[in-house]
């Protein structure tokens, strides 16, 4: 069944404040594949991968983000889908 991707780079005060780890459990619950990384220059990158219901409820969340984060704002475009089983941290680039 073909899934949609969004990739998400998430500004703010994101970092140092579990965002990651968070995304992680936001992710798993809602069924999302994908993966979520810190960038350099101090955001967040997620590609996430599901059907349409399930990525609206996760940009919703990740809107918010977890206590002790302030997301000021969610860049949002179409990815491709790179094949992604599970939902994991990776490195930072």
Known sequence: ??????????????????FRWWTVGVARRLGIAGWVRNRRDGAVEILALGDQAQLLDFLRTCSQGPVGATVTHVHQEMADDDGSTAFEQRETV
């Open 1 to 18: 069944m073909p899934r949609d991707a969004i990739r998400l780079v998430i500004e703010g005060r994101v970092q140092g404040v579990g």
